[in-house]
């Protein structure tokens, strides 16, 4: 089996090791794998083929590396995830709420609610937005 192929596999088995675990560095030591291979291409003994690698890998994870980290974490926004998803929503009143209890429902769920300014009072039928949750409790406000 010539050497290029050998160092093909490697970097396809580093690039699928990358995918389990998404830290970037498998990724680097495949594009050193390649580097190797164009050395191989090239008819390099297989001591030069090893330099290489740990030249190319070494600059990738030093220079490369720092700047795709970089660029994937600026990049991509904050998910929102869990009861925060509910924030900003419209409910519809199902028991009177006051400071005290109410309920509201959101489409199929149905939630304990309470205003989240004294005095305020929604009656049945009231449309109103979640503007907090705290643990089982949904805080609304005016629409």
Same mark, same amino acid.
């Given at each position: 089996?010539?050497?290029?192929?050998?160092? =093909?596999? &490697?970097?396809?088995?580093? &690039?699928?090791?990358?995918? &389990?675990?998404?830290?970037?560095?498998?990724?680097?030591? &495949? /594009?050193?794998?390649?580097?190797?291979?164009?050395v191989a291409?090239?008819?390099? %003994? +297989?001591? =030069?083929?090893l330099v290489?690698f740990v030249? +190319?890998? @070494?600059? =990738?994870? @030093?220079? *490369?590396?720092?700047?795709?980290?970089?660029?994937?974490? !600026?990049? #991509? %926004?904050?998910? *929102? !995830?869990?009861?925060?998803?509910?924030?900003?929503? #419209?409910?519809? @009143?199902?028991?009177?709420?006051?400071?005290?209890?109410?309920?509201?429902?959101?489409?199929?769920?149905?939630?304990?609610?309470?205003?989240?300014?004294?005095?305020?009072?929604?009656? @049945? /039928?009231?449309?109103?937005? *979640? +503007?907090?949750?705290?643990? %089982? *409790?949904?805080? +609304?406000?005016?629409?």
């Amino acid at each position: 089996m010539p050497a290029w192929l050998l160092w =093909l596999i &490697a970097a396809g088995l580093f &690039a699928g090791g990358e995918m &389990a675990s998404l830290d970037l560095v498998l990724l680097m030591f &495949a /594009g050193g794998a390649l580097g190797g291979m164009g050395v191989a291409l090239l008819g390099g %003994p +297989v001591l =030069l083929q090893l330099v290489a690698f740990v030249v +190319v890998s @070494v600059g =990738l994870l @030093v220079v *490369i590396r720092p700047i795709a980290k970089r660029h994937l974490v !600026d990049r #991509t %926004p904050e998910q *929102i !995830d869990g009861v925060a998803t509910y924030v900003g929503r #419209t409910a519809v @009143v199902s028991e009177r709420v006051d400071g005290a209890a109410g309920r509201v429902r959101m489409g199929a769920d149905e939630w304990t609610a309470r205003t989240q300014l004294d005095g305020e009072v929604y009656e @049945v /039928g009231d449309e109103v937005r *979640i +503007v907090q949750i705290e643990g %089982p *409790i949904a805080y +609304v406000s005016h629409f």
